[in-house]
C-alpha cells in the first residue's frame, strides 16, 4: 500500500505499445486521480487533447465490485457517449462512494472534424493487463485498447 | 517465457506444433502454420502462448490452429482458429472478437487503370466525399428500432432491398450475407444506441476501401473465372465490420460469460477467453446476438458497396452495369459457425473460431456459392497499402487440416506507434503519391500507423497457404487509391 512517506504521485498518463493496438498507463496519488488520467490517456488515442474545449458537461454515476471493474465501466461509459452522442472529453473530475461507487463529471465538446485532430477510434476496452494498482506515491491504472 | 525453440516442435517448413506438455490444462497440441521467419516474429510477443491458451477450451478438437499472419490478440491470438464439439464444447466471444463478422471485399470493374488513372484524384475524392469514415462518421440512414430489427434479420438482403445493389449480390457474398438464427432480444440497447447512427460508415483504425488494379495473374483458369481478365483491370478492396453494434455485443457477452465461468466448472488461463457451452443459456443466447451482429455487418458492407459504385458512376458518367461493378466475393474474419466437417472418417458438427482468419472452402462444398463452386471459394487477403493484396482460392488441404480455413490479412509487425515514430517526419501522403497511390484519410496519425512498415510482407503470409497446400494464389492486385477513417 501507499506509504506515507512517498511523495504523491503528479497526475499524468503515458501511452504505451501493443502489437496492434495501445494503451495507456495512468498516475495519480489517489484512485480518482489515476481514473481521470486514464480516461485522458483513452481520448488522447482518439484526438490531440489541447484541441478539446471544455464547453459542456456530462456527468457519469456507475458502481463495481472492485476498482478493476470500476475502471473498465468508466472508460467504457465514457465510450458510449463519445459514440452515441459524439462527445469528446479532456477534463474529468472523479469521486469515489462507498460500495464501489463512482461519480465524476466530464468536460468536452462535440466532434468537429474540422478543427479536432482526430486518431483511431477506440473500439473496445480490452482486459489484457487491465488493473487498478497502489504504486509509491498513489495509484496506477493500466488499459490496453482495441482500435 | 522460454525461448520458442525450447517448446515448439517443428514439423516440416510450414508446420510447427506446440505440445500439450507445454502447459498443463490443454487438451489438444496448438498448430502454426508459419515460416521459420513468420514465426519467430509471432515468437516476439504472446502469440504463441496465447495459441496454447485456447489449447484449454472444453470440447476442442484436433487443434488449436494459428494462420501465418498471427499476431498477438486479447484471449484468442489474431488468427486464431479453433473448433469445439457441440454436445461438450464452448463458445467463446473472444474467439470472434470485438468486430463481430468484421471481413473484406472486392467488387469488380471492366475500367482499366490506364482510363482511370487521369481521373484517380478526383476518384479519390469523391469516394472520400461519399462513404463516411472515421470518428464521428454517420451513416445516411437513421435507423428506428423496428428497421434495426430487420437489419439484425437479414443482413445484407435488407439493403438490397433499400436499393443498395442487387439481388445478385446476395449470390456472392459468404452465408448469401445473412446468418441464420439471429434474435435481436439478444442484443442490449446500448449495442443498439451505439450501432444506430453507423450503419454504412467505414470506422478507423486497418479499415478501407481501396482501388486497386490486377498486377500479376497467377492462376489464370482460376482468375477467370473469378472474373479477373487482363492486367490492368481495375477493382476495389473493402474491409470494414459491424462497427459500435459488434463492439457492444462482444463486451456485453464477456461479461455475462466472466460471471458464468464458476457455474459451468470451467477453468482459464487468461479470462479473455470467458467462455460457456454451446448448448447453454448463454451460449445460444451469444450466438443469437452475435449473427444479429454479423448481420448488421453485412449490411454495411453492402452499404459501402454500393456507395462505392455511385461514386465510380458519378465520376465515369455510366451506372455500375456499364462499369462491370459486380461483385467478387464476400469474406467474413471474425466469426464463430457451426459447420459439418470430417474427423477421423466421420462427419462432425463443429463450432467454428476464426478470428482473424477467413474460410477457404474447396471446390465441391456446398457453402461455395453455386458460380464458384467448381473452382473454390475466392479468399480475400488484403495486404497493406503501400504494397499488394492477393485473392486466393481454397483447396482440400484447409479442409483435412483448418477446417477449410486460412489467414485474413498480412499481420502486423510491430505496434502502431513504432510505425508512427518510425516515419516521424516522413510525409506519408507524398511518400506513396510519389509511388503512384492516392491517399484520402481523415487523419494523418492514423496514416503512419497504417504505413507497410506496420505489416508483414503478405507475400511471405500467402507463400505459407501455397506451400502447406491450404490456398493457392490466383491474383495479385497493387493499390491505386487508398480511402481511409
Not at chain 1, 459542456?56 to 473498465?72: K, P
Request: glycine content about 10%; charged content about 25%; overall charge negative.
Amino acid at each position: 500500500m501507499t506509504n506515507a512517506t512517498d511523495r504523491p504521485l503528479e497526475p499524468g498518463f503515458e501511452l504505451f505499445e501493443v502489437t496492434a493496438d495501445v494503451g495507456v498507463v495512468a498516475r495519480g496519488p489517489t484512485p480518482e486521480a489515476a481514473l481521470a488520467e486514464a480516461a485522458r490517456g483513452m481520448y488522447a488515442v482518439m484526438v490531440e487533447l489541447d484541441g478539446v474545449r471544455n464547453r459542456e458537461s456530462r456527468v457519469v454515476e456507475l458502481r463495481a465490485d472492485d476498482l478493476e471493474h470500476l475502471l473498465e465501466r468508466w472508460l467504457l461509459e465514457l465510450l458510449f457517449l463519445t459514440e452515441s452522442e459524439d462527445m469528446l472529453f479532456s477534463r474529468f473530475e472523479v469521486t469515489l462512494g462507498e460500495a464501489g461507487a463512482l461519480r465524476a463529471t466530464a468536460y468536452g465538446e462535440p466532434i468537429d472534424v474540422e478543427r479536432h485532430v482526430l486518431g483511431p477510434e477506440v473500439k473496445a476496452i480490452t482486459r489484457h493487463q487491465l488493473g487498478v494498482r497502489p504504486v509509491a506515491g498513489g495509484y496506477e491504472a493500466r488499459v490496453v485498447f482495441d482500435i | 517465457m522460454a525461448s520458442w525453440e525450447d517448446f515448439i516442435q517443428q514439423i516440416d517448413d510450414y508446420r510447427w506444433e506446440i505440445p500439450v506438455s507445454f502447459k498443463e490444462g490443454m487438451r489438444v497440441p496448438g498448430r502454426i502454420y508459419a515460416s521459420r521467419q513468420l514465426l519467430e516474429m509471432a515468437a516476439q510477443e504472446e502469440a504463441l502462448e496465447q495459441t496454447a491458451n485456447v489449447a484449454f477450451l472444453p470440447g476442442i478438437v484436433w487443434r488449436s490452429l494459428a494462420m501465418p499472419d498471427i499476431h498477438q490478440g486479447y484471449g484468442f491470438p489474431i488468427g486464431g482458429v479453433a473448433a469445439m464439439r457441440l454436445d461438450d464444447g464452448v463458445v467463446s466471444p473472444g474467439g470472434v472478437g470485438f468486430d463481430i463478422n468484421c471481413g473484406t471485399r472486392i467488387i469488380l470493374s471492366n475500367l482499366t487503370e490506364a482510363e482511370v488513372r487521369p481521373r484517380l484524384k478526383e476518384l479519390a475524392n469523391q469516394l472520400f466525399r461519399d462513404i463516411p469514415a472515421g470518428m464521428g462518421g454517420h451513416g445516411a440512414l437513421d435507423l428506428t428500432d423496428l428497421e434495426l430489427n430487420d437489419v439484425m434479420h437479414r443482413g445484407a438482403a435488407w439493403m438490397v432491398d433499400r436499393g443498395y445493389g442487387s439481388a445478385e449480390d446476395l449470390e456472392r457474398i459468404e452465408s448469401g450475407g445473412c446468418l441464420p438464427g439471429a434474435d435481436p432480444a439478444r442484443v442490449s440497447q446500448r449495442a443498439r444506441d451505439r450501432g444506430r447512427r453507423q450503419l454504412g460508415t467505414l470506422g478507423s483504425g486497418n479499415h478501407f476501401v481501396e482501388v486497386q488494379t490486377l498486377e500479376h495473374v497467377l492462376d489464370p483458369v482460376t482468375a477467370a473465372r473469378f472474373g479477373f481478365t487482363t492486367p490492368g483491370q481495375v477493382v476495389v478492396f473493402l474491409h470494414t465490420g459491424s462497427r459500435g453494434f459488434g463492439h457492444q455485443t462482444c463486451q456485453d457477452y464477456l461479461d455475462r460469460m466472466e460471471a458464468v465461468q464458476k457455474r459451468y466448472s470451467i477453468v482459464l488461463p487468461d479470462r479473455q477467453l470467458a467462455c460457456a457451452p454451446i448448448r447453454s443459456p448463454e451460449g445460444e443466447h451469444y450466438l443469437a446476438a452475435m449473427a444479429a451482429a454479423g448481420n448488421y455487418a453485412f449490411a454495411n458492407r453492402q452499404c459501402i458497396t454500393e456507395l462505392t459504385r455511385r461514386a465510380f458512376a458519378r465520376v465515369f458518367g455510366r451506372d455500375d452495369h456499364a462499369l462491370g461493378m459486380e461483385l467478387l466475393y464476400d469474406v467474413a474474419h471474425n466469426s464463430a459457425k457451426i459447420e459439418r466437417h470430417t474427423y477421423e472418417g466421420r462427419p462432425i458438427d463443429l463450432c467454428v473460431h476464426r478470428k482473424g482468419a477467413t474460410r477457404a472452402f474447396p471446390a465441391g462444398h456446398p457453402d461455395v456459392p453455386a458460380r464458384y463452386r467448381d473452382v473454390g471459394q475466392p479468399v480475400l487477403v488484403p495486404g497493406d497499402m503501400g504494397r499488394y493484396s492477393y485473392v486466393a482460392v481454397g483447396l482440400a488441404g484447409a479442409m483435412q487440416e483448418t477446417w477449410g480455413s486460412v489467414c485474413h490479412g498480412a499481420g502486423r509487425v510491430q505496434s502502431r506507434h513504432a510505425a508512427l515514430r518510425m516515419l516521424r517526419g516522413v510525409d506519408l501522403v507524398k511518400r506513396l503519391e510519389d509511388e503512384g497511390i492516392i491517399v484520402r484519410a481523415r487523419n494523418p496519425r492514423l496514416l503512419a500507423e497504417e504505413a507497410s512498415e506496420a505489416y508483414k510482407d503478405v507475400a511471405s503470409v500467402v507463400d505459407v497457404l501455397e506451400h502447406a497446400g491450404i490456398a493457392r494464389k490466383v491474383v495479385r492486385l497493387r493499390p491505386l487509391a487508398v480511402i481511409k477513417g
